[in-house]
Structure formats: structure tokens, C-alpha cells
């Protein structure tokens, strides 16, 4: 048998190959291996999820008829997730193709990855109370009563028990009021006993979502939020998922009691941040409305002038005096002694109470300090404006004794006036016997003997002396030496005593 020949074949012979192809061949051939390199690096850096991770998931496909929404995690796993679970409080799916989502992953099978907020998958719910437990994946239980400690709520169709101290991440004032309500919880324990949280569930969620705030919160930044709850001391304002408390000091320039005075819950309302504390168990804001509110101060001046009249409605009462709103966040003091002409206040109650509107003059305003000084008393209600046209020296007249003191009788002339009569002038009329028939409420005659407007005194004596001393110039002595050796009244009644009997011998 003949051997074969083996055939070399040329480069230079006819092979069908074309060097002009091999050089475009060589770009595309680059473009593919980079392709695969990518595409390899791809798969080295996405890691398949495990039941429990949280995940972002972008939506892919959502049907008409379906239960059940498609989703892409990292363009490289598939996913589904209840359409219940991306409902909105109004329970709407406001939700669209392309939108991402954010959710736990709460069961892997044949790998089909379900996802889920709250267990409310299906597929999920087979081993649900386990895999929640495992994953710690919040499940939606219904609070139907409150026992011992706790709350009795339905997880599953199985009975759970939530202590009260985790209903909430707040002081629960009244425990009826998570009764009836659906909340979610995540499971602490499992086995005969179920025992589940929420106050963890917040917790956890509140720093997540400061986390994610921090970005752009800080002390001293505006934030805006929505009032979630109404206390004596503050409000409770939800800066989304965050909660930050303004104090009540913190509300207004005003001075509300309660919280409530000032805002409702619901509300939307614009703060600043006043301080951030992540020291303790779950994190503090401290929060500031007023801080983004114009001072009612900074314009005080042109609001307000000294001497005029304004009205205002009262809303302290102090042991001192009485604080009246003039606007909002502008308050002045009605102090005692300016609360009424004719009588002596010893408690602004007396005359005044909480919620009164009255009708005030400004006496002093003093905006560095931020007071405001009041009064209630009219110039014209003065009953000393014209005293010396209505009581005339030498006038005689009728007057009940209000006050038996050391130095003399205090008599009232009319409403708001008095005048006294020095006790040198009751003995010599009465003798010893005078603390007796010049005592309260006993009447005497008496003559105007001096009416001084600037003191606001009037000084008397008894008609029945007025023919041994008329001029009065034994009183008039007597005043002046008690008013500039400021002796006390007994020696300086002695004293004119002895002038008393020099006058008498005069006149004998």
C-alpha cells in the first residue's frame, strides 16, 4: 500500500482567508473580549441576596390581574413582591414601571426571590413566623386587647404578647389607644410563647432614616416635617421616619400652656434643628418653630408708644402683678400698685383672671430688655387729680374712721381718698379714752387743715379743736419737723406736744 502524501499547504495559496478581514476581524474580536470582562466582573461583584437582606429592587413589570409585581435586583436576579406591600395610606399603588423600591428579602425558592415589607407574601407566610424571626422582617399583627403588662396582638392566626413598654418608642399615656389598630412588630421570640416588639422596629427604622437625613440635616439647618403628636411640655414632629420634638418654649414668641394652643396634629410645619443627640438609645432632635419666625421685639417701637393706650388680654397671674399679651409674643406687667386707684391689691386675683381683656397704658417700654411696664389706672380716674378743688382747707366734714394707728386715725374723705388725723389732736380732744371712740368704724368730725396733692396727704383735725389751733400753723410746724429730722412719730408727737401747750398759752 502506497504511503500517503501529505500535503503542505502555503501561505501564499488560495485558502479563502483575507488578511483585510483578519485586521477588522482583530477590533471586533477586542469588543467582545471587553465584553466578556465586564460582563465577568459583573457577576464577580453582585452577590445574590439572602433571606433577610434588605434590598433595592427596580420594578420590571406590573400586571392588571396580578397579585403580584416584578421587580430586578441589580439587573442580574428577578424578583416579586404583593402589590399590597407598595400601597400608599389611601391604599393606592403609586407605583410605576422603572420606579425602585426598597424591601426584605423573605424567601428564596428554586431560586425565585420573593420579597416583602411586612411577611405578606404568600410564599412568605408558609414558614413566616420562623423566617421573620431568623431574618428579623417586620409582620403586621393586630393589637385586639390589652393584659398584664402588655397587649395581646394576632400575628398569623397565633397569639402574641407585646409588652407595653414596646408598643411604642414613646411614654404610652393611654394604652386603650393602640386597641383594634394593625401595626407591624418584629418577632423577639419564638417557640410556646410568642413575644414581639414594635418599639425596636421604630427604633431601627428612625436611625436608618437619620442616617439617610444626615446627609443633609445638621444643627442649625431648616427641616420641615409633620406634627404626629401634641403634648403639655412640646410637639412631636416627624421629620419622615426621624422624630424630633420642639419644646414649648420652642413653638412661639407667645406663652401657650399646652402645645395645642399653637399647632394640630397633621399639620405641616418648617423648624430648625437646635441639636442632634444619637448618644442614647434611639436619637434626639431638638427642634425650633419659632426660630424661623420673625421677633414680634425687632419692631416693638414702632408698635408700641409710652403713654398711649392699647388693649390686651391676660394670660399669667403672678404674686406681683399681672402679665397681659399685647400681640402675639408681647407681653408687659401690670404690676400691683397699677391695678386700681382706689383700693390696695394684694393679689392681681382680686381684680383680675386668666382670659380677661382690659384696657391698659404703657408706662414704660425698655426693648433691649424685652418689659413692658402697664397700667390700669386712667390719669382722669385719679381721685387725687383734682383733689384741691374738691377738698378745700378749712372744710368741715363727716368722715368714718378704716385705721386706728400709732401716729393717728386714717379716715376715708371719699372713695380712694383718706386723711389722718395725728393722735395729739385725739387726746386732746378724747384724753386716754380716745383709742376708744376713735377706733374703726366710729365717724368723726373733722376739719381740712392741709391738702397736698404732690404727697397725696391730707391732714385733719377735729372740729372741736378748730377754735384753739384754726390757723393750723402748729400742724404745719409738726410736718416740717417730722419731715426733715425723720424722727419717729412718738417723739415727734411728744415734741408737739410741748408746742401744743405753748399755743394754748398764747391763746389764754
Known sequence: MADKKFEVQWEDQDTGFDETSQENNDDSSDEFQKMLANESTDDIDFEPPAVG??????ISYIGQDSDDIMLEIGGKSSAVIAKQDLFDEQGQLNKVVGDEVSAFVVSIIDGEI???????????????IEAAYESKVPVKGKVTGTQKGGYEVFIMGRKAFCPVSHIDNRYVENPEEYVGKELDFRIQKVGRDLVVSRSVLLEDQAKSALASLKE????????????????????????GGVIGM???????????????EVLKV?????????????????????????????????????????????????????DFGAFVELKEGVDGLIHLSE???????HHPKEVLKVGDRVSVRLLELNPLKQRISLTMKAVE?????????RFKVGMELTAKVVELKSFGAVVELAEGLTGTVPTFALKAAHGDSYRKKCCPP???????????KDKKRITLTLQSLKDRYNDADDYKQYLAEQDASGASKSKAQGSFGDLLQASLKKKS
Do not use: C
Open 53 to 58: 437582606d434588605k434590598v433595592v429592587a427596580k
Open 114 to 128: 420573593v420579597l416583602s415589607n411586612s411577611m405578606s407574601h404568600s410564599v412568605a407566610k408558609k414558614h413566616a
Open 216 to 239: 443633609s440635616l445638621s444643627e442649625g439647618s431648616p427641616v420641615s416635617g409633620k406634627v404626629s403628636d401634641l403634648k403639655e411640655f412640646g410637639a412631636m414632629i416627624d421629620l
Open 246 to 260: 420642639a419644646h414649648i418654649s420652642e413653638l412661639s414668641f407667645g406663652h401657650p400652656s399646652h402645645a395645642s
Open 266 to 318: 397633621g399639620q405641616k410645619v418648617k423648624a430648625k434643628v437646635l441639636k442632634i443627640d444619637e448618644s442614647g438609645k434611639k436619637p434626639r432632635i431638638g427642634l425650633s418653630i419659632k426660630a424661623l419666625l420673625t421677633n414680634p421685639w425687632d419692631s416693638i417701637e414702632d408698635d408700641f408708644k409710652v403713654g398711649e393706650s392699647y388693649h390686651g388680654q391676660v394670660t399669667r397671674l403672678a
Open 339 to 345: 391695678m386700681s386707684w382706689l383700693k390696695r391689691v
Open 381 to 389: 380716674d385719679d381721685p387725687w387729680f383734682a383733689v384741691e378743688e
Open 442 to 452: 366710729n365717724e368723726l368730725s373733722v376739719l381740712i387743715q392741709e391738702v397736698n
